[in-house]
C-alpha cells in the first residue's frame, strides 16, 4: 500500500485566500483524522471521522476551518479565510478498527502551510 | 484537565549511552498509550501501544514501559541512526468517544 498521501507538500498563500489540502487514506481504514503541527503547541488533533462521519471537531480552531470526507478514500480540510497564524505542517493519519475505537495512526507525509 | 507531558525536551546522547524518555499522563478512562517516532520533514511513525501498568514492550533498542501514570521509553546503546523526536499519545474515552492527546515529544540526539 502507498500509505496516506497528502496533496499539496508545500502551500504558500496570502492572508485572506482560502486554502484546500487534501488526504487520501490507507484503503480499508475507517478512520481519518487531522492535525496540526506548530513549534510551540505541538501536534494537535483539529477532527476525525469515522465511515466518513465527523466525530469529533472540538479540535477546529474557529469555524474559518472546514473538513468533510465525502467517500471513504478522499478528504478535505479548508481554511477560509486563511491568517498568518494557520501557518503550520498539517497532517492527515488513518487507522483501522480495533473493538469499540482505533489503534495506532498512519500518518501521511504532511502538508506545510505558509500564509504570507 | 487531560495531560500529557513529556520530558526531558531534548536529549543529547554519545552513542552507546543508554538512557530513558518519560511521558506523563493524567486521564481517565485510559484506553492506551502510544511511542511514535518522527523524523524531520516527515509524519510520526508508530513505534509501541502499552494497554495496561505492567506491560512492557520491545523493538530492537528501545523499550517502552508503563504505569498508571507514566511511561517510559528505555534506549540501549543508542546508535546516531536513532536520532528524532519521540512522541508519546494517550488515548482515553470522554464524552461518550475516543479521544487522543499528543505530548509535545522529546528530541533525541544521538553523536558518534
Known amino acids: 500500500d502507498a500509505g496516506v498521501i497528502q496533496s499539496p507538500r508545500h502551500e504558500v498563500t496570502e492572508m485572506g485566500q482560502e486554502v484546500t489540502l487534501r488526504c487520501k487514506p490507507i484503503s480499508g481504514h475507517d478512520y481519518l483524522f487531522w492535525y496540526r503541527q506548530t513549534m510551540m503547541r505541538g501536534l494537535e488533533l483539529l477532527i476525525y471521522?469515522?465511515?466518513?462521519?465527523?466525530?469529533?471537531d472540538s479540535g477546529m480552531p474557529e469555524d474559518r476551518f472546514s473538513a468533510k470526507m465525502p467517500n471513504a478514500s478522499f478528504s478535505t480540510l479548508k481554511i477560509q479565510p486563511s491568517e498568518p497564524r494557520d501557518s503550520a505542517v498539517y497532517f492527515c493519519a488513518s487507522s483501522a478498527v480495533a473493538g469499540s475505537g482505533y489503534n495506532e495512526q498512519f500518518f501521511g507525509p504532511g502538508t506545510r502551510l505558509t500564509v504570507l | 484537565e487531560d495531560q500529557v507531558t513529556q520530558s526531558p525536551e531534548a536529549l543529547r546522547l554519545q552513542e552507546g549511552e543508554s538512557s530513558s524518555l518519560n511521558c506523563s499522563y493524567t486521564v481517565s478512562g485510559l484506553r492506551g498509550l502510544f511511542w511514535y517516532r518522527q523524523d524531520p520533514g516527515k509524519g510520526p511513525e508508530f513505534l509501541f501501544t502499552?494497554?495496561?501498568a505492567g506491560e512492557e514492550k520491545e523493538k530492537e533498542r528501545l523499550k517502552a514501559t508503563l504505569t498508571k501514570k507514566e511511561s517510559f521509553l528505555h534506549i540501549t546503546a543508542p546508535k546516531p541512526e536513532d536520532s528524532a523526536t519521540y512522541l508519546c499519545a494517550v488515548q482515553f474515552y470522554s464524552g461518550g468517544y475516543q479521544k487522543v492527546t499528543f505530548g509535545t515529544g522529546t528530541k533525541l540526539q544521538v553523536i558518534p
Open positions: 471521522f469515522n465511515n466518513n462521519v465527523p466525530i469529533d
Open positions: 502499552l494497554y495496561s
